[in-house]
């Protein structure tokens, strides 16, 4: 069965504070690897697609990494306007269908 | 450019009663549509999904049902509500030529059963 597990599951930082959120997954065929933002009471919003291992994507104060077992999202100086929660989902083989892990919830204090 | 709109955002609704929720998506066409329910610390949990026009899969047994009347209409509908089917339901979309791709969601209805 196709696993997938973000960590921590809440996160506090200082403004500027870097720091790293993780997205591991057991799945066989990865077909992409997706990461969301999610503000309370809204639907996410599409961040990151990722597709093979080595791969890196970058946006503005964001940056999403992958490995053959996990993924990263790096956030560089975060303000606190990119408090949220932030989703990881991962598509295997043939299937239309992507698991969606737990998410990480993370506020930054100004 | 595509967008994607539900109705209504809220809804508060007695126990038993029917349910309709809608979902349209502009600028594409022939998309995957998906619907999702996300509880309070919870993860997202896929119920419905469809490839075309009349075409529904369902991924959990429940006493909620879609329907996919049009290419770019997908609806939610229960007959008599329960209890548990409080929460914040998702409809998504995805370009459904090919297997790769994100999905892109809507900004959900809060549904409250009293």
């Known amino acids: 069965e196709d696993q997938v597990t973000q960590s921590p599951e809440a996160l506090r930082l200082q403004e500027g504070e870097s720091s790293s959120l993780n997205c591991s997954y057991t799945?066989?065929?990865?077909?992409?690897l997706f990461w969301y933002r999610q503000d309370p009471g809204k639907g996410p919003e599409f961040l990151f697609t990722l597709y093979s291992a080595g791969e890196e994507k970058e946006k503005e104060r964001l940056k999403a990494t992958l490995t053959k077992k996990e993924s990263f999202l790096h956030i560089t100086a975060p303000k606190p306007e990119d408090s949220a929660t932030y989703l990881c989902a991962v598509r295997t083989g043939g299937s239309y269908i992507p698991t969606f892990g737990r998410g990480t919830s993370l506020i930054v204090h100004p | 450019s595509q967008t994607i709109h539900q109705w209504p955002a809220t809804l508060v609704q007695p126990v038993g009663s029917p349910l309709s929720l809608e979902c349209t998506v502009e600028?594409?066409?022939?998309?995957?549509l998906y619907w999702y329910r996300q509880a309070a610390g919870r993860g997202l949990q896929l119920l419905f999904y469809?490839?075309?026009?009349?075409?529904i899969s369902s991924e959990v047994p429940q006493n909620l049902s879609a329907s996919r009347p049009q290419d770019r209409q997908f609806i939610l509908s229960s007959k008599k509500l329960l209890l548990s089917d409080s929460g914040f339901y998702l409809c998504?979309?995805?370009?459904?030529?090919?297997?790769?791709?994100?999905?892109?969601f809507g900004p959900g209805t809060r549904l409250t059963v009293l």
């Open positions: 799945v066989s065929g990865l077909r992409g």
């Open positions: 469809s490839v075309g026009i009349g075409q």
């Open positions: 600028g594409t066409s022939n998309p995957n």
């Open positions: 998504a979309w995805k370009v459904g030529t090919e297997l790769r791709g994100e999905q892109f």
